[in-house]
């Protein structure tokens, strides 16, 4: 069965505590994984889209990267302004409209 | 590039009434659009996929008589949700993916939400 696991459900950072998330997954087939990160109230905002194992992405204080069951999304030295909720989505090969979505990350960092 | 709105940002409107949000990629060609529901402190609920000209695909479980979704070009969709009561109350949001200048992208964009109230 395909599925995505996020973990920690919930993760407090004091400003410049560097830490990583945790996006693992289980397809028949991987198309893409991608991170978003969402604040209250609005939609998700588009991060990154990994497609090969080995495969990693930059901005700013993130980094993404990618291996054949897991993603983790690095962040170095947040800011108070990273807090959010961080979502991570697969993508299977069988059917490029079908996406599933994590329960989400939700990071505080704290000044 | 790659922007979706949605309008209205917010609505109220009294139980039996029907609510219509609109969807639109600003800047890119959305062959495929998502409708999505949230719940507080929940993760995204997919109700339907629309291909631009063909009829939505609804997730088990959301009646299609009640939302209705139309997906009538390429950068427009609508949700329609049809006699709503107060259980209807959520937050709604629509993604979109498709071709920026000629070429296809696999990542949906969101648009910021529709936050629906039904008194």
């Known amino acids: 069965e395909d599925q995505v696991t996020q973990s920690p459900e919930a993760l407090r950072l004091q400003e410049g505590e560097s830490s990583s998330l945790n996006c693992s997954y289980t397809?028949?087939?991987?198309?893409?994984l991608f991170w978003y990160r969402q604040d209250p109230g609005k939609g998700p905002e588009f991060l990154f889209t990994?497609?090969?194992a080995g495969e990693e992405k930059e901005k700013e204080r993130l980094k993404a990267t990618l291996t054949k069951k897991e993603s983790f999304l690095h962040i170095t030295a947040p800011k108070p302004e990273d807090s959010a909720t961080y979502l991570c989505a697969v993508q299977p090969t069988w059917n490029f409209n079908k996406f599933y979505f994590g329960s989400g990350t939700k990071l505080n960092v704290k000044p | 590039g790659a922007v979706v709105s949605q309008h209205p940002s917010w609505v109220i409107c009294k139980s039996g009434t029907s609510v219509k949000i609109e969807c639109r990629s600003l800047?890119?060609?959305?062959?495929?659009m998502f409708w999505y529901r949230q719940f507080p402190k929940q993760s995204l609920m997919l109700m339907a996929t629309s291909n631009e000209g063909s009829k939505a695909t609804y997730e088990q479980g959301v009646e299609k008589d009640k939302f209705l979704i139309n997906h009538a070009s390429l950068t427009l969709s609508t949700l329609t949700v049809t006699s709503a009561h107060p259980e209807d109350s959520s937050f709604y949001i629509c993604?979109?993916?498709?071709?920026?200048?000629?070429?296809?992208?696999?990542?949906?964009?969101f648009g910021p939400g529709t936050r629906l109230t039904v008194t």
């Open positions: 993604s979109a993916r498709g071709r920026l200048a000629g070429v296809s992208f696999g990542e949906q964009y």
């Open positions: 800047d890119f060609q959305a062959t495929t």
């Open positions: 397809v028949s087939g991987l198309r893409g």
């Open positions: 990994l497609y090969s």
